[in-house]
T-cell receptor, first 118, second 114 residues
Framework: SAVISQKPSRDICQRGTSLTIQCQVD?????MFWYRQQPGQSLTLIAT?????????ESGFVIDKFPISRPNLTFSTLTVSNMSPEDSSIYLC???????????????FGPGTRLTVT | GENVEQHPSTLSVQEGDSAVIKCTYS??????FPWYKQELGKGPQLIID?????GEKKDQRIAVTLNKTAKHFSLHITETQPEDSAVYFC?????????????FGKGTRLSVIA
């Protein structure tokens, strides 16, 4: 299975600022995703991070608010821009399709970044 | 698009009893159904998954069943232990020639009472 790490694990930010979350996978993967999880709620997909091209965003999420980078097959970043208290949430990185691995369909998650906006 | 319904939202069982969580999905094209366990303060952990060409899969105390005709799948945990207490999420997607993102159920909070 792929091991995924995220930085930072948590942060408290002021309204109007931006935070960039980093996601590192210990092996090359075909697909990486970013999810948001409100406290006590399910997971909502923000976007699919595409290597070498623009991310694919889900309905309700836009690039200006959540710019995403994926410079290679093991790393991605999500920026939460111009934050408001409504952005307080857990942000989760996920990956699937371990290149050279056997479990191509399985999708794994990082530990999450707990963001609080004051 | 895909829609996944999960029941119950909360479940309490006595240690040693079995727990069953059920999910239904709407898109008949979905062919991959994983289950995740999420403990407090951690990311979701994949515990078992099943593909649409299989009706049942078992891994020690955990089993998943799939009924493609009825479009529902279930997680069965036998001989529950306090460490099984967590939130469990089911999900569905299309994998293979055309990948679609996982769509998650709303989760089941399982409490195992010692």
């Amino acid at each position: 299975s792929a091991v995924i790490s995220q930085k930072p694990s948590r942060d408290i930010c002021q309204r109007g600022t931006s935070l960039t979350i980093q996601c590192q996978v210990d092996s090359q993967v075909t697909m990486m995703f970013w999810y948001r999880q409100q406290p006590g709620q399910s997971l909502t997909l923000i976007a699919t991070a595409n290597q070498g091209s623009e991310a694919t965003y889900e309905s309700g999420f836009v690039i200006d608010k959540f710019p995403i980078s994926r410079p290679n097959l093991t790393f991605s970043t999500l920026t939460v821009s111009n934050m408001s208290p409504e952005d307080s949430s857990i942000y989760l990185c996920s990956a699937m399709g371990q290149i050279g691995g056997r479990a191509l369909w399985q999708q794994y998650f990082g530990p999450g970044t707990r963001l609080t906006v004051t | 698009g895909e829609n996944v319904e999960q029941h119950p939202s909360t479940l309490s069982v006595q240690e040693g009893d079995s727990a069953v969580i059920k999910c239904t999905y709407s898109d008949s094209a979905s062919n991959y159904f994983p289950w995740y366990k999420q403990e407090l303060g951690k990311g979701p952990q994949l515990i078992i998954d099943i593909r649409s060409n299989v009706g049942e899969k078992k891994d020690q105390r955990i089993a998943v069943t799939l009924n493609k005709t009825a479009k529902h799948f279930s997680l069965h945990i036998t001989e529950t232990q306090p460490e099984d207490s967590a939130v469990y999420f089911c999900a569905a997607s299309l994998r293979g020639a055309g990948n679609t993102p996982l769509v998650f159920g709303k989760g089941t909070r399982l409490s195992v009472i010692a």
